[in-house]
Nanobody
Framework: QVQLVESGGGLVQPGGSLRLSCAAS????????MGWYRQAPGKQRELVAA???????NYADSVKGRFTISRDNGKNTVYLQMNSLKPEDTAVYYC???????????????WGQGTQVTVSS
């Protein structure tokens, strides 16, 4: 099995910064794309940012210029640096990874347990 463990959430004032981390462990042959999603109360889960194994990134329009996704392939870890946070960024943030568990070209999606980010004064 594969586990994703997130850390770094919390309470921050508007304009502040937080850095989320997500470490993958378990039966991993390789990891393709990794990403961060978020879900606010009463809303659908949405993609925040994603990064391929080669380092290509894409972002939701609402976070472009404020958030930066990065990864350390050697540590199977993905990061989300969040700057200039706004109250509308408040949500539970989930890590996602597309994992290949063996030499067979089969990829499964895995999710972390979620970490709360609250932006409030």
């Amino acid at each position: 099995q594969v586990q994703l463990v997130e850390s770094g959430g919390g309470l921050v004032q508007p304009g502040g910064s937080l850095r989320l981390s997500c470490a993958a462990s378990g039966s991993i042959f390789s990891i393709n794309a990794m990403g961060w999603y978020r879900q606010a109360p009463g809303k659908q889960r949405e993609l925040v940012a994603a990064i391929t194994s080669g380092g290509s990134t894409n972002y939701a329009d609402s976070v472009k210029g404020r958030f930066t996704i990065s990864r350390d392939n050697g540590k199977n870890t993905v990061y989300l640096q969040m700057n200039s946070l706004k109250p509308e960024d408040t949500a539970v943030y989930y890590c996602n990874a597309a994992v290949q568990r063996s030499w067979r070209p089969l990829v499964d999606d895995y999710w972390g347990q979620g970490t709360q980010v609250t932006v409030s004064s």
